[in-house]
């Protein structure tokens, strides 16, 4: 009964370096999301997939790329890490056709860019 | 601990009162609502929804309330308990169950 699943719990990068932040459900849900959570502000949306072989921008893309693999992953890479991408990352699931804005979120990945 | 609860209004309440958290949102063009609780180190969960269509919609000791005249949403905890502490999000369903969440509400509850 995983649910959402993210990869790695945290991570520190040093300005210029890349990783890629891994999600995977079980959930068969058609829908993914990346948000990102700053201190004192809601969670805002960087890039989503509708469904599997679709992605589109969010809120705040800049910097980032997305790669639906296939149904069940969805991955988030920062191709040069800066400090203003210091973040809490949370992947997301949903099945908007049955139950529209009932998000399941995963734990979230703590990111430190120094 | 989440650094997220830093420079959030926060509501204080007794065990066994009720609670009511505000949200104010901006586009009026929005026809689905939903609230969300985040607890210390964790994603967000869903609470409860509501149409555009509703005024009310009632849960498990929960309840929404959408007022559209005034871009008011709240939502109304009844007998809260101590794991009830938490942060609180409304947030706006922009299609595709993509989510405009506001910056959050803390609620302490003390035994």
């Known amino acids: 009964n995983a649910g959402v699943t993210q990869t790695p719990k945290f991570q520190v990068l040093k300005t210029g370096q890349s990783m890629t932040l891994q999600c995977a459900q079980d959930?068969?849900?058609?829908?993914m999301y990346w948000y990102r959570q700053d201190p004192g502000m809601g969670l805002r949306l960087i890039y989503y997939?509708?469904?599997?072989?679709?992605?589109d921008k969010g809120e705040v893309p800049n910097g980032y790329n997305v790669s639906r693999l296939n149904k069940r992953e969805f991955s988030l890479r920062l191709e040069s890490a800066a400090p203003s991408q210091t973040s809490v990352y949370f992947c997301?699931?949903?099945?908007?056709?049955?139950?529209?804005?009932?998000?399941?979120f995963g734990q979230g990945t703590r990111l430190t860019v120094v | 601990g989440e650094s997220v609860g830093l420079h959030l209004p926060t509501l204080s309440v007794q065990e066994g009162d009720n609670s009511i958290i505000n949200c104010a949102y901006s586009?009026?063009?929005?026809?689905?609502f939903i609230w969300y609780k985040q607890e210390s180190g964790k994603g967000p969960q869903f609470i409860i929804d509501?149409?555009?269509?509703?005024d009310k919609r009632q849960g498990q000791r929960v309840t929404v309330l959408l007022n559209k005249t005034v871009k008011h949403l709240s939502l109304q905890i009844a007998a809260t308990q101590p794991g009830d502490s938490a942060v609180y999000f409304c947030?706006?369903?922009?299609?595709?169950?993509?989510?405009?969440f506001g910056k959050g509400t803390m609620l302490l509850v003390s035994p």
């Open positions: 586009n009026s063009a929005s026809d689905y």
């Open positions: 997939s509708a469904s599997e072989g679709t992605t």
């Open positions: 997301a699931s949903s099945e908007p056709g049955t139950a529209r804005g009932e998000a399941f």
């Open positions: 947030a706006e369903d922009s299609g595709y169950s993509t989510l405009t």
């Open positions: 959930m068969n849900h058609n829908s």
């Open positions: 509501i149409r555009s269509n509703m």
